[in-house]
Nanobody, 116 residues
Framework: QVQLVESGGGLVQAGGSLRLSCAAS????????FSWYRQAPGKQRELVST???????NYADSVMGRFTISRDDAKSTVYLQMNSLKPEDTAVYYC??????????WGQGTQVTVSS
């Protein structure tokens, strides 16, 4: 079974930065698409960013230009660099993996809190 373990969340002041990591225990890491989602209290989970096998990326409009997703296939890890954080970025951030074989998996989530 695939395990995704997020880390790097925490409390930061508005304008600050955090880098989230998602370590995946899967032998076929390079074949998979990875995404970061977030869920704020009382809101639905929303897609933040996705990175495909070849490294192509996309972002939600709300984080475009501030967040950067990347992957290190050698380390089986996906990152989300978050700069210029805003209070509205406060949420639990989840890593999500989808494979070309139809499998998918969620991480346990990591809390990001941005104070004003």
């Amino acid at each position: 079974q695939v395990q995704l373990v997020e880390s790097g969340g925490g409390l930061v002041q508005a304008g600050g930065s955090l880098r989230l990591s998602c370590a995946a225990s899967v032998s076929t890491f390079s074949r998979n698409v990875f995404s970061w989602y977030r869920q704020a209290p009382g809101k639905q989970r929303e897609l933040v960013s996705t990175i495909a096998r070849g490294g192509s990326t996309n972002y939600a409009d709300s984080v475009m230009g501030r967040f950067t997703i990347s992957r290190d296939d050698a380390k089986s890890t996906v990152y989300l660099q978050m700069n210029s954080l805003k209070p509205e970025d406060t949420a639990v951030y989840y890593c999500f993996m989808s494979s070309p074989f139809g499998a998918s998996s969620w991480g346990q989530g990591t809390q990001v809190t941005v104070s004003s």
